[in-house]
């Protein structure tokens, strides 16, 4: 069982930065692949990136490739999603998410945990 909490989320201007924290308890996060999904008003769940369980492997959505980075610390049992440059379409709660399968995917219906989610909005 893993239980999963997110933090970080706020207000930011556009081009701004924000750090997303997803800290887990539970034994098996070490082994666990950890996706990151965003929800817009009014939209589907959408994949933003993914890092597998021992935090070598990371791919992530078009939209946000190149300005988001995921990471993630075993000792602290801690993923962190780092998001730059950001855009009003960024706008969305964020949730983490892992998998107990160490592998990465981009569908959310892979993953067995989820957090509670982070509002994060980027104003114009």
């Known amino acids: 069982q893993v239980q999963l909490e997110e933090s970080g989320g706020g207000l930011v201007q556009a081009g701004g930065s924000l750090r997303l924290s997803c800290a887990a308890s539970?034994?098996?996060?070490?082994?666990?692949?950890v996706g990151w999904f965003r929800q817009a008003p009014g939209k589907e769940r959408e994949f933003v990136g993914t890092?597998?369980?021992?935090?070598?492997?990371?791919y992530y959505a078009d939209s946000v490739k190149g300005r988001f980075t995921i990471s993630k610390d075993n000792a602290k049992n801690t993923v962190y999603l780092q998001m730059n440059s950001l855009k009003p379409e960024d706008t969305a709660v964020y949730y983490c998410?892992?998998?107990?399968?160490?592998?990465?995917?981009?569908?959310?219906?892979?993953?067995?945990?989820w957090g509670q989610g982070t509002q994060v909005t980027v104003s114009s």
């Open positions: 539970g034994r098996t996060f070490s082994s666990s692949a």
């Open positions: 998410a892992a998998r107990s399968g160490g592998t990465t995917s981009n569908s959310p219906s892979q993953y067995d945990y």
């Open positions: 890092i597998n369980w021992s935090g070598r492997i990371t």
